[in-house]
C-alpha cells in the first residue's frame, strides 16, 4: 500500500506561480513511477506527468510541456509540481498518483494509488 498526500494548492492570478507537494509513504519510493493529473470543472481526469524514479525519465502533456517542472527528493519521499506561466485553463483539482511500473505511464488505470487532490485555481 501507498498513502500520498498532496499540497500547494489555492488561487493565484493567470502567470503566476505554484509548487505542488506530494509525500509517500508506505512502500519504497524509489521505486515508484510518479505522476501528475489533473481533472477541470466539468470534465474527465487528464494526464499532466510523470516521472520514473528508475530511469529519471519524465514525460510531459503538450498542454504543459515548458510551463511545469516534476522533481522528486528521495529523502523526503516527495515528488514536486512546479508550476509556472499559470493560466485559467490550468484551474483543476491535481492529483497525484503512485504506479509500480518502472517505466512511464500516461493512463490513469495505470496507477493503482492515488492522492486526496489539491484545488488550483487560476484567476483570469
Known amino acids: 500500500q501507498v498513502q500520498l498526500v498532496e499540497s500547494g494548492g489555492g488561487l493565484v492570478q493567470a502567470g503566476g506561480s505554484l509548487r505542488l507537494s506530494c509525500v509517500a509513504s508506505g512502500r519504497t519510493f524509489s521505486s515508484l513511477t510518479m505522476g501528475w493529473f489533473r481533472q477541470p470543472p466539468g470534465k474527465e481526469r487528464e494526464f499532466v506527468v510523470s516521472?520514473?524514479?528508475?530511469?529519471?525519465?519524465?514525460y510531459y502533456a503538450d498542454s504543459v510541456k515548458g510551463r511545469f517542472g516534476i522533481s522528486r527528493d528521495i529523502a523526503k519521499n516527495t515528488v514536486y509540481l512546479q508550476m509556472n506561466s499559470l493560466k485559467p485553463d490550468d484551474t483543476a483539482v491535481y492529483y497525484c498518483?503512485?504506479?509500480?511500473?518502472?517505466?512511464?505511464?500516461?493512463?490513469?488505470?495505470?496507477?493503482?494509488?492515488w492522492g486526496q487532490g489539491t484545488q488550483v485555481t487560476v484567476s483570469s
Open positions: 516521472i520514473s524514479q528508475i530511469t529519471g525519465n519524465t
Open positions: 498518483a503512485a504506479s509500480t511500473s518502472v517505466i512511464i505511464r500516461t493512463a490513469i488505470r495505470d496507477y493503482s494509488y
